[in-house]
């Protein structure tokens, strides 16, 4: 070892290996929740979507019965996927309204023949003025409205067969 | 079955990388039998990996929903192209891409390599099995490719749509072409100290390795900076980010070793230097790999994280790293210095290129990992520009200087006094530039002296072709010149656009203007798009350059549906002299819409710049493969001669 800095790079790396050693086995933090979670939804007044069901406004979900508000659309792929699912929602008696992102009329009553109905009410946001306004980043995406309308949980992504009973259960606590 | 061929193919090679691994170490040893394997070994080894890589890509294009990977990364209605770029925009195929450029590396230095002795071929051959073993074993035990799911999925979950890009389609390829081009570097390194003969012919094997490595690192770098600066609709073009550090600190590497081992092939100096910068620069690569696949650092490019396989990479690290380091540090002993020199030569001037780059690569990596560093005392800091731009100028601005000086010094020694003339005129001209934009109105020291120093640099880039026949002057020095030219336009970009940007942000209603440089917008409306698997809000801008003819606009505020996902598509207008970058953001209340626009004179020229930079480094690697094959062609007709004297 007569040339001691032919090994200062080794040195240097295992000091480096141990820090990342260390750092790895942290937990970290990475659950976000939304920061519209347990806020009130913001006011607005969205036309009907389709010819055979009534718009949407803030006063409809607050009417004392709790309600799941989903964001889909007829060009989302995805939502296709969700239907038969919130078709069984709406058979266990939770009552769903729907908010159809960017759609045409014609577009959206295609849909509804071909997959299915489960909404009471559809508003059109053509400008996702809704959207963003309770903190959805895209389609499909369902929460939990209190009768009050306050948002009360958000479900990120399609409705899945798993996904069924967690919102039922949602739906009951957001009801008591 | 496909994807259970794929998967086949892929213990296979992985087996063979075991084999040549022990067949090579044998031979090394003496069991002069065991030779024969090694090459065989890898070139099938290259076949198979590509046979697996080749099956994923068809598995993404027929969209196979039964194989996990293509369920959780790809969709039905994605455009073919994207498909395709699912199968590397992710962990798993990522890796598998990796192995499978190592394997074929590896089979084509066994068909090609016939400078090296044969023992140092078989070395570097059997570390080469060993680096490929490590990434095998890594793809196979933890992240396998094609994994099925016990049902098949009824759609996919898509891409990342800020990977729905056709620029970023090809960029992960393109840097692991050149982490991977390192790799083979590196093996040549470990192969080199085991046998203990670091040659110039050694230099000239390793040389186009690194050159392509360097290539597509450059490539790479120059594709992502353009790719941030266009679709984050930041207006900024380098932010250092872990990710990019990632991919800058192997550049760095790659550059000192690349002038280094030049030295070393052509005047058979720097044995010891070479060698650690060989190591170093595979080093740099892990490292950012780890960095960016662990998420121990916060990035907002990063993707696919997940400490377990962060684990698997850092042992993977400490086995290959720290092994070689180790090598180092027991044999560098032993590798005598070789040829002496002046500090005022063209190898001092790139002894200093070297120290400095290093010094630099110190910086970067400093910074990059201090944030970490701090973590484990609970403290959370991000080092950004405010660091970086100002600590690494300390080196980078004496680089540029000598760099500027030091093609024109002759090898192993000269005067300073032999160049009088050209350094006055550098000079010269880099204060007249200095005085000019000071007049311009431009106040900041680090953007003027570099453009001081840029133009003054791409003058002085084509000072070593002076007085000579251009047609003779040899295609590596060439590319030299276009290379160092190429970062002086480069140079010239950045510092353009940190002196002279002008930005604007405005809240405007449709039929209103506003105004950001030379440039005049008006917002002429806004409304909803729909493209294959996104929708958007476009605004309509008109704008002219000078009160010229308007152009037209449309910016976006994209939404993607799957995965869900809001992106801002920002739009450039291009002049020679600069560009007008325009992005859309939310409603403002009152029918007005926000709009950020940025006026950036010449910032075109950085990316540019690292196309010349990476052309010249193109021109290198054809002029060294040329010479190097007609060599070849010369030693065979000679020996073709003494065999027919000797009949």
Known sequence: MKKLWLWIPLGLFLMFCGVAAYQLTQPKDEFIPSTMIGKPLPQFDLRAASGDRPGLTTADLADGKPKLLNIWASWCVPCIAEAPHLERLRQSGAEIVGVAIRDRPEDVARFLDQYGNPYTRIGADDLSEVQLGIGSSGVPETFVIDGKGTIVYQHIGDVRASDVPVLLAKLREAGA | ?647
């Not at chain 2, 058979?268 to 190591?279: C, N, Q, S, Y």
């Open chain 2, 1 to 647: 079955m496909i994807a259970e061929l794929g998967l086949a193919a892929l213990w296979l090679a992985g087996a063979l990388s075991v084999l040549q691994l022990f067949a090579g170490v044998l031979a090394v040893r003496g069991h002069e039998d065991m030779a024969a394997l090694v090459r065989p070994a890898a070139v099938v080894q290259g076949v198979l990996a590509s046979i697996s890589f080749l099956t994923l890509l068809y598995l993404f294009a027929i969209t196979d929903l039964s194989v996990k990977l293509v369920a959780t990364h790809s969709h039905s209605a994605k455009p073919l192209i994207f498909k395709l770029s699912g199968a590397w925009g992710n962990h798993e195929g990522s890796m598998l891409l990796w192995v499978t450029v190592m394997a074929l590396a590896g089979g084509l230095i066994a068909l090609i390599e016939r400078r090296l002795s044969e023992k140092t071929m078989l070395a570097t051959l059997a570390a080469q099995a060993f680096v490929g073993i490590g990434f095998y074993a890594f793809i196979l035990l933890s992240s396998n490719p094609f994994e099925r799911l016990p049902m098949p999925a009824a759609e996919g979950q898509g891409l990342n749509p800020l990977l729905q890009d056709i620029g970023l389609a090809f960029h992960p390829p393109t840097l692991y072409f050149g982490y991977v081009g390192l790799s083979v570097a590196f093996s040549f390194a470990v192969g080199a100290l085991l046998t203990r003969s670091v040659t110039p012919d050694f230099a000239r094997a390793m040389r186009p390795w690194i050159l392509g490595a360097w290539i597509f690192l450059t490539l790479g770098i120059t594709a992502g900076s353009y790719w941030a600066y266009y679709e984050l609709g930041w207006g900024g073009w380098w932010f250092w980010d872990p990710v990019e550090n990632a991919s800058l600190m192997p550049w760095l590497a790659a550059t000192a070793l690349l002038h280094s081992v030049s030295v070393l092939a052509s005047r058979d100096a720097l044995r010891t230097w070479t060698i650690m910068l060989g190591v170093v620069a595979f080093s740099m690569s892990m490292l950012g790999t780890f960095l960016v696949r662990s998420g121990v650092l916060t990035s907002v490019h990063a993707f696919a994280v997940d400490p377990e396989r962060g684990t698997f990479i850092l042992i993977l690290l400490g086995i290959y790293i720290g092994g070689a380091l180790t090598l180092f540090g027991l044999r560098a002993n032993s590798i005598s210095e070789g040829e002496r020199f002046k500090v005022t030569s063209r190898e001092g001037a790139l002894v200093f290129n070297n120290v400095m780059l290093s010094a630099i690569l110190g910086i970067v990596l400093l910074g990059t990992l201090y944030p970490l560093l701090t973590e484990a005392f609970d403290v959370r800091v991000s080092v950004g520009p405010p660091y970086f731009n100002p600590v690494g100028a300390i080196f980078t601005v004496p680089m540029l200087l000598v760099m500027a000086v030091g093609p024109l010094l002759r090898w192993r020694q000269d005067k300073l006094s032999r160049i009088q003339m050209p350094l006055a005129v550098i000079f010269a001209i880099m204060i007249a530039v200095l005085g000019l934009v000071v007049v311009l109105g431009s106040y900041s020291l680090l953007a003027d002296l570099g453009l001081a120093i840029a133009v003054g640099l791409a003058v002085a880039s084509f000072l070593p072709l002076r007085g000579r026949n251009l047609l003779r002057v040899p295609l590596a020095t060439w590319g030299m010149v276009i290379a160092h030219f190429g970062l002086a336009v480069a140079l010239f970009g950045m510092a353009s656009e940190s002196a002279f940007t002008k930005e604007r942000l405005a809240a405007i209603s449709a039929g209103q203007s506003t105004e950001v440089g030379p440039w005049q917008v008006t917002l002429e409306g806004v409304q909803p798009v729909a493209g294959p698997n996104w929708t958007a809000l476009e605004g309509q801008l008109s704008a002219s350059y000078e009160g010229g003819e308007p152009i037209m606009l449309n910016p976006q505020a994209r939404n993607f549906w799957a995965p869900p996902q809001e992106t801002s598509e920002s739009v450039l207008a291009t002049r020679w002299n600069g560009q007008l970058y325009a992005v859309i953001g939310n409603e403002a209340g009152q029918g007005r819409w926000q709009l950020r626009l940025w006026w950036k004179p010449f910032v075109t020229f950085i990316w540019y710049g690292g196309l010349l930079v990476a052309l010249g480094g193109l021109l290198a690697l054809i002029g060294r493969v040329a010479t190097d094959l007609k060599r070849r062609r010369v030693m065979r007709r000679k020996e073709l001669h003494q065999e027919e004297a000797v009949a």
